[in-house]
């Protein structure tokens, strides 16, 4: 079978494919690949934008590793089978009047693609999913079943926190929850120079901010949410009309046929993008989180996301923009942009200081080389750390410079996977052989 991730970037035709029922069988087929000297990938819903998943010989499908195994009210924890995806997780923890803290604005991952790419939301106390473990299980390169926590494993559980699937195959994840809350989300345009002159006050005053920037044009789009300490059951949600219009038809539908439109003519895409940012009206509302954290995203494309200290972020915007100027590029997708805490996760972007995280795209089948590589260098001149999910052309030795754990992370690795049984063409550009 060919297995091809979802901006269509990268694909790869294995030998075999299993779908493994039960963490046993996991365990057998690691080991008969270790034995045969071959690899094996398993894979999620192929989110991430480069070939970090991208199976060589062996691939396992987590179909059927899904659903919540396990749930500690006292020590508000819940443990997850790999492959459930977040929509699902998102789902059962609201039956269970439950939620995670934070997380992205896409739902479609399952858990273990999620956290081992470093997937994040904006602002809150933590912003991506790997910083809310608590705990995880997996099949080692030598076909070991090893879980880590706090008391158990420790080592591995903090440097496994994002793994890049270079330590083992996921089976369960444990992740920190809390009671479930609503937020009060409120969207409106903003001025560019409004917009980045207030940037840091709008960061302070709100829970978590994100922004959009529309290029070719002066008009941004921001999004605040805030925490209320009310009821779920007083959500104010979006009429039914007014969802459908702004995040179906509006933000997939019609941004389609614009994608569309400036691909056949280039020179219609700063129209496009006036047109897009003002359709996009001032709106407000109040919904259970996860809710008001995901949106639909039918509309494929290419993306590139650097992590820049906090208080470079505006900076590197704004030369962002300049080099957009200065440029023939034609942009018809936003610039994204959101603010984090530091985070103690080793290979995190986020890793030990404040950042802003600078997002660029493109029409999935659009050549995004020169609009990224122009990019990539502000962000790098800016003390950027690219997301792992995301496309970026860094190997092991710019890597090791930006990330103060990552010879730890490769010694773990050593331990782990001796014979790169879960290596690939990109983990070997990353890490090394």
């Known amino acids: 079978m060919e297995w091809r991730n979802w901006s269509g970037l990268a694909s790869a035709t294995p030998r075999e494919a299993y779908a ?10 690691v080991t008969a690949v270790r034995a045969a000297g071959s690899t094996v990938k398993m894979v999620g819903t192929g989110h991430s934008f480069t070939a970090i998943a991208a199976p060589e010989d062996v691939l396992l499908l987590p179909t059927a590793l899904t659903g919540i195994v396990g749930v ?59 910083a809310q473990l608590r705990g995880l299980e997996l099949v080692t390169g030598t076909g070991e079943l090893l879980r880590a926590s706090a008391t158990e494993n420790a080592d591995v559980l903090e440097l496994g926190r994002i793994g890049l699937g270079a330590l083992g195959v996921l089976t369960t994840v444990t992740f920190a929850v809390e009671p479930a809350f609503l937020l009060r989300a409120h969207e409106r345009p903003l001025g560019w120079e409004e917009c980045l002159a207030g940037f840091e006050e709008l960061a302070a005053a709100h829970d978590h901010v994100d922004a959009y920037w529309f290029p070719h044009t002066d008009l941004m789009q921001v999004k605040t949410n805030d925490r209320l300490a009310v009821p779920v059951e007083q959500a104010e949600p979006l009429p039914r009309w007014r969802a459908w219009l702004d995040d179906d038809f ?102 030990g200081r404040d950042s802003v995280y600078l997002a660029v795209h493109t029409p999935a089948r659009t050549d995004h080389l020169p609009y990224f590589t122009g990019v990539e260098q502000i962000l790098r001149d800016h003390g950027g750390r690219p997301h792992w999910g995301k ?21 773990l690795r050593d331990r782990l996977d001796p014979d790169r049984v879960f290596a690939n063409g990109h983990l070997r550009r990353v890490l090394g052989e």
């Open 20 to 29: 493994p029922r039960t963490t046993d069988d996991v365990r057998t087929a």
């Open 72 to 130: 500690d009210r006292e020590a508000m924890t819940v443990t997850a089978r790999a492959g459930t995806p977040l929509h699902v997780l998102n789902d059962e923890l609201a039956r269970l009047g439950l939620s995670l803290h934070n997380m992205g604005d896409i739902a479609e991952q399952t858990v273990a693609g999620a956290v081992s790419t470093g997937t994040h939301g904006s602002g809150g106390r933590v912003a991506s999913l790997s």
């Open 250 to 351: 509006l933000a997939n539908t019609l941004f389609a046929g614009l994608v569309r439109t400036g691909r056949a003519a280039p020179r219609t895409i700063a129209p496009i993008n006036r047109f897009a940012a003002r359709a996009l009206s001032e709106r407000s509302y109040i919904d259970v989180s996860h809710r008001v954290f995901t949106t639909p995203r039918r509309v494929r494309f290419r993306e590139m996301e650097y992590a820049v200290p906090r208080e470079a972020g505006m900076a590197a915007l704004r030369e962002v923009r300049r080099a957009v100027e200065a440029s023939d590029w034609r942009i018809g997708f936003p610039v994204e942009i959101r603010v984090v805490p530091a985070d103690d996760v080793p290979l995190s972007p986020a890793y």
């Open 391 to 411: 496309l970026h052309t860094l190997g092991r030795e710019d890597l090791a410079l930006l990330h103060p754990r990552y010879a730890d992370f490769l010694a």
